[in-house]
């Protein structure tokens, strides 16, 4: 048989060569990067200002805060804090999908399986762009030109999703088995039939998976915006904070650790099952690639 | 290939899998959901008439942000010296931190079921929540300046890179482990010669990573008083400067390109 592996033995090897050991391999990389690292931390540290005395009164200090916080949490702030949670999921949600809505042609364009030459370059440049303007900023800006309330925020949660799920979905339509779209191709489908049965129904699952992962990474992201009076649960953290009401501010904190954790659950319960389907393993990393998610 | 055969079975169609009722309702439910939430009675009151009229009066902000104030430079330079050091010293202390932490909360590496547990919980709990909200504790803890957000960034930074090194983790060879076992080495060998290796060049990635994402985040906590350049960005926005607004985004814009561009070609070579 020709497919089978065959052992093969070097019947001219000596004993002296056999219990030879192999030479260390040396990587220099990994020393030079922790060599400059420390360089780095040691010039920060030094120019820093910051005396030790500050750093070690924190413990201390932060404990006596938690404790205003938590023993006992201000139960009677729990219902306004409850809803502002809710303000922030929706903001979230109606963020996520205004996201994913732009995200998904804009995306498609910066395939290089799908898009044309031009279309690609632009449409990856207008990505980058969008991915690195922080959502904070977003938020003040929308704040300013629609006013305050909720729909600033969902509308800079939208834009700023946009950039990083069109770049992940490039990536995944990228990705793709090039067969069904010769399929399709050879059975005379349009562009955009051929979208529509060989590239979608390839890709879909795990954009999806993608849109959930944003809307998670989104729900944090939401619960901060209020602080620039953007809806949520955020505008009311920053005030029980500069009050200092620290019992009702540890209520809202505590809500929105409970709030987003059980999201996470749920999400990465959905996720797993879009991708891997009923059978799927329950164990296992996530089935987002790590290093892409931001 | 027979010929009798082949034809038969390719005229009969594959039978449709069965419908499932969770589909419709899944469906019915998305729909729900983001109708309750885009409602102007219970959500954020979307409505795309209202938000056109609104996106023109946008219309000076706009053209302020366009015209960015590039005499004041000057004045970015002590924030950024700042931002720097914050993003330095977090990055260090809190990926140190990460490793540990992330060797617990994984069933590979982790010494035994209770501090599996225990990290595991750490580090959800670390990573819900945001990091502007430790920025605004922290500031609270030692008031306004640097180390607030330091602290707040070592927090944010343990539960980004323990979360991505733990699943690395979770996804090795175990081949090596197999074979330290083997070997008899004790668990704190298995871990120092078979995981550790195993996860280095990841490790690294996720931590060069993570100063990237520092830099971008001192925007956003030096908002709070946290220091760095996101305090000149508070000041000038509530001074209803966007030139000078316009003039930080775009520097930070460039600063991040470059410490991208230069960390995806550190990290093509270790991975």
Known sequence: ?294 | MTSDVAPRTARTRPQRPARSWKAPVGVLLFLAITWWAGSDRFGVGFSLPDLLANLERGQRIVSELADPRWQAWRSLIDPFIETLRIAILAALLGCSAALVAALGASRVSAPGLRSYLASKGVLNVVRAIPDLLYAMVFVAVFSIGPLAGIVALILFNIGVVGKLTSETVDGIDPGPVEAAQAAGAGHAQVVRTAIVPAVLPNYIAYSLYAFELNLRASLVVGFVGAGGIGQLLQVALSAFRYDVVALVVLFIFAVVFVVESFSIALRRRLV
């Open chain 1, 1 to 294: 048989m020709p497919g089978l592996p065959t052992r093969t033995t070097s019947p001219t090897r000596t004993t002296a060569e056999r219990a030879m050991r192999p030479d260390k391999p040396r990587r220099y990389g990994p020393i030079g990067l922790a060599l400059m690292a420390a360089a780095a931390g040691l010039w920060a540290a030094w120019t820093s200002g910051i005396d030790l005395a500050t750093v070690l009164r924190g413990p201390e200090t932060l404990l006596r805060i938690l404790r205003m916080m938590l023993l006992p949490p201000d139960v009677s702030a729990a219902p306004a804090a409850f809803a502002g949670m809710i303000e922030s999921l929706q903001i979230a949600w109606i963020g996520t999908l205004l996201g994913a809505a732009v995200s998904l042609p804009i995306g498609l364009l910066a395939a290089k399986n799908v898009g044309g030459r031009f279309s690609t370059t632009v449409a990856r440049q207008v990505l980058n762009l969008l991915r690195s303007l922080p959502e904070l900023v977003l938020a003040i800006l929308f704040v300013s030109i629609i006013g305050l309330g909720p729909l600033a925020g969902a509308l800079a949660i939208g834009l700023g999703s946009i950039g990083t799920l069109g770049k992940l979905t490039a990536e995944v339509v990228e990705g793709i088995d090039r067969g069904p779209i010769e399929a399709a191709e050879a059975v005379g489908a349009s562009r955009v039939q051929v979208l529509r049965w060989g590239v979608l129904p390839q890709a879909m699952p795990e954009i999806i998976a993608f849109w959930l992962y944003r809307f998670e990474i989104n729900v944090r992201a939401s619960a901060i915006l209020g602080l620039v009076g953007a809806g949520g649960i955020g505008g009311m953290l920053a005030n029980y904070l500069s009050y200092r009401r620290y019992g009702s501010a540890g209520m809202a904190i505590l809500i929105v650790i409970a709030v987003t954790i059980a999201i996470d659950a749920v999400s990465s319960r959905i996720r797993r099952r879009i991708i891997a389907g009923p059978q799927g393993s329950r164990t296992g990393p996530d089935p987002v690639p790590a290093a892409d998610a931001l």
